[in-house]
């Protein structure tokens, strides 16, 4: 398959046709309908090739229909595709051999929501305690738990009332937007002092299971926070007893040019959550615990954290496959390779386009940041909105999205994209930023 290509609207009338019967306008395809998909790239109905900027949102990885993560579908489905099996332990076994966690426990889920739901009990449970400490901006998930957790947008929590309680958010260290208005290049950290204010004024701190964290702050605009910072509140957490949960739900799978965005910062999670690109498109996601932290058998008749679809063989084989292919094709080192080329060229369109008032990532995770001025780092959300869809025109998928605001494009193509592909890709989202722009 090649892109992109555009051969009819979009949408075209094939999909058209599919709008109206959905009660939707054309100017409501923003996302590809897939037909097909390989690699990079995404066909929809009508034939239109668009190239995949955001990874199905972070989810492939390795691409579309990975040779490898096929025939891995393939074998297992002429064995069986429902119970958990014996590769299910051998891939907790991987797992905990790339988080430096030997004899951890998964526990095994369907989406990252609830992986985060199963963290929340297990570190209540395990601690005896009954507060969290989350932070302003993230993301845990769209279930009971995932909004009670995040921190991302109050269209969330509208009307969801009254939430979990116990759960109380501090600033991030989003160093472009610092939240105390200081230059991050004198400021000492300073933003760490959100922790222990919160330790005295709303929390106590002998009562805090855990912290939740993510080690790039995701759907705010992939804020990538300085390595004392995330290491201020690692060793917060030892000194109150507390447990740090690392959210790699969105960052792991090399995606940031490690295993784990986590190794960035030397920081090793005491709970660790993944998912989306674990298992190259099929729904898998575990909570990874340390072997000692929760006895499995304590319970009684209800087990800890049982579902019906858990640790499906046809996800297990796939994630089996995804890791054999990040692993084999060196995906890790590519993903830093080609993430420091991408902010390269997007920084230099940043000189040709003054509303780029920042490129920010790390591997193939970037934010670039739509502002109205430099100077004022306001977002623009209705411009990063109308780039999107000059690209989308041209047959470049992306999203924009931030909080406060609205107004970061992810970039996030998959790590096996070539550099031909890439620079394709660069060559519509200029055009699409200069047609955006009037």
Request: glycine share 12%; charged share 20%.
């Given at each position: 398959?090649?892109?992109?290509?555009?051969?009819?609207?979009?949408?075209?009338?094939?999909v058209?046709?599919?709008?109206?019967?959905?009660?939707?306008?054309p100017?409501?395809?923003?996302?590809?309908?897939?037909?097909?998909a390989?690699?990079?790239?995404?066909?929809?109905?009508?034939?239109?090739?668009?190239i995949?900027?955001?990874?199905g949102?972070?989810?492939?990885?390795?691409?579309?229909?990975h040779?490898?993560?096929?025939?891995?579908?393939?074998?297992?489905?002429e064995?069986?595709?429902?119970?958990?099996?014996?590769?299910?332990?051998?891939?907790?076994?991987?797992?905990?051999?790339?988080?430096?966690?030997?004899?951890?426990?998964?526990?095994?889920?369907?989406?990252?929501?609830?992986?985060?739901?199963?963290?929340?009990k297990?570190?209540?449970?395990?601690?005896?305690?009954?507060?969290?400490?989350?932070?302003?901006?993230?993301?845990?998930g769209?279930?009971?738990?995932?909004?009670?957790?995040?921190?991302?947008?109050?269209?969330?929590?509208?009307?969801?009332?009254?939430l979990?309680p116990?759960?109380?958010?501090?600033?991030?260290a989003?160093?472009?937007?610092?939240?105390?208005?200081?230059?991050p290049?004198?400021?000492?950290?300073?933003?760490?002092?959100f922790?222990?204010?919160?330790?005295?004024?709303?929390?106590?701190?002998e009562?805090?299971?855990?912290?939740?964290?993510?080690?790039?702050l995701?759907?705010?605009?992939?804020?990538?926070?300085?390595?004392?910072w995330?290491?201020g509140?690692?060793?917060?957490?030892?000194?109150?007893?507390?447990l740090?949960?690392?959210?790699?739900?969105?960052?792991?799978?090399?995606?940031?040019?490690?295993?784990?965005?986590?190794?960035?910062?030397h920081?090793?999670?005491?709970?660790?959550?993944?998912?989306?690109?674990?298992?190259?498109?099929?729904?898998?996601?575990?909570?990874?615990?340390?072997?000692?932290?929760?006895?499995?058998?304590?319970g009684?008749?209800?087990?800890?954290?049982?579902?019906?679809?858990?640790?499906?063989?046809l996800?297990?084989?796939?994630?089996?496959?995804?890791?054999?292919?990040?692993d084999?094709?060196?995906?890790?080192?590519?993903?830093?390779?080609?993430?420091?080329?991408?902010?390269?060229?997007?920084?230099?369109?940043?000189?040709?386009?003054?509303?780029?008032?920042?490129?920010r990532?790390?591997?193939?995770?970037?934010?670039?940041?739509?502002?109205?001025?430099?100077?004022?780092?306001?977002?623009?959300?209705?411009?990063?909105?109308?780039?999107?869809?000059?690209?989308?025109?041209?047959?470049?998928f992306?999203?924009?999205?931030?909080?406060?605001?609205?107004?970061?494009?992810?970039?996030?193509?998959?790590?096996?994209?070539?550099?031909?592909?890439?620079?394709?890709?660069?060559?519509?989202?200029?055009?699409?930023?200069a047609?955006?722009?009037?």
């Amino acid at each position: 398959m090649k892109g992109p290509r555009i051969v009819a609207g979009p949408p075209g009338p094939k999909v058209a046709k599919i709008l109206r019967g959905a009660g939707l306008a054309p100017e409501d395809y923003n996302t590809p309908l897939m037909e097909r998909a390989e690699g990079v790239f995404i066909e929809d109905p009508d034939g239109n090739v668009f190239i995949d900027f955001i990874s199905g949102r972070c989810v492939v990885n390795t691409g579309h229909r990975h040779p490898r993560v096929v025939e891995a579908l393939r074998n297992q489905l002429e064995r069986g595709f429902h119970w958990q099996g014996a590769e299910s332990y051998r891939l907790a076994q991987r797992l905990g051999g790339l988080l430096g966690m030997p004899g951890c426990q998964a526990y095994w889920t369907q989406s990252g929501s609830m992986a985060n739901d199963f963290a929340l009990k297990a570190v209540r449970r395990a601690t005896g305690r009954p507060q969290v400490i989350c932070f302003h901006g993230s993301y845990h998930g769209a279930s009971y738990a995932g909004i009670s957790l995040s921190g991302y947008h109050p269209d969330m929590k509208r009307g969801y009332g009254p939430l979990i309680p116990g759960i109380h958010h501090i600033p991030y260290a989003t160093c472009y937007r610092c939240p105390l208005h200081l230059d991050p290049d004198s400021c000492g950290v300073a933003c760490l002092e959100f922790l222990e204010r919160a330790a005295e004024t709303v929390v106590a701190e002998e009562e805090v299971a855990a912290v939740f964290l993510e080690p790039v702050l995701g759907d705010a605009g992939w804020y990538v926070p300085p390595a004392e910072w995330v290491k201020g509140v690692a060793d917060w957490c030892r000194s109150v007893g507390a447990l740090l949960v690392v959210d790699e739900i969105q960052t792991g799978m090399g995606r940031t040019g490690k295993w784990f965005a986590s190794e960035h910062f030397h920081v090793k999670g005491d709970v660790v959550l993944v998912g989306k690109a674990l298992a190259s498109g099929l729904p898998l996601a575990a909570c990874v615990i340390p072997g000692n932290l929760l006895d499995p058998k304590v319970g009684g008749a209800i087990p800890i954290h049982a579902q019906s679809f858990m640790a499906n063989p046809l996800s297990v084989a796939a994630a089996h496959a995804t890791l054999d292919t990040i692993d084999k094709e060196d995906l890790c080192r590519a993903s830093e390779k080609k993430g420091v080329e991408l902010r390269k060229a997007l920084a230099e369109m940043g000189e040709r386009f003054p509303f780029i008032g920042d490129v920010r990532g790390l591997g193939l995770l970037v934010g670039v940041d739509i502002v109205e001025t430099p100077e004022t780092k306001k977002p623009n959300p209705v411009l990063a909105s109308s780039i999107c869809r000059e690209a989308f025109k041209r047959g470049l998928f992306m999203l924009a999205m931030g909080s406060p605001g609205g107004a970061v494009l992810r970039v996030a193509p998959p790590l096996v994209i070539t550099e031909e592909e890439l620079e394709a890709a660069l060559q519509v989202l200029e055009e699409a930023m200069a047609s955006a722009q009037g």
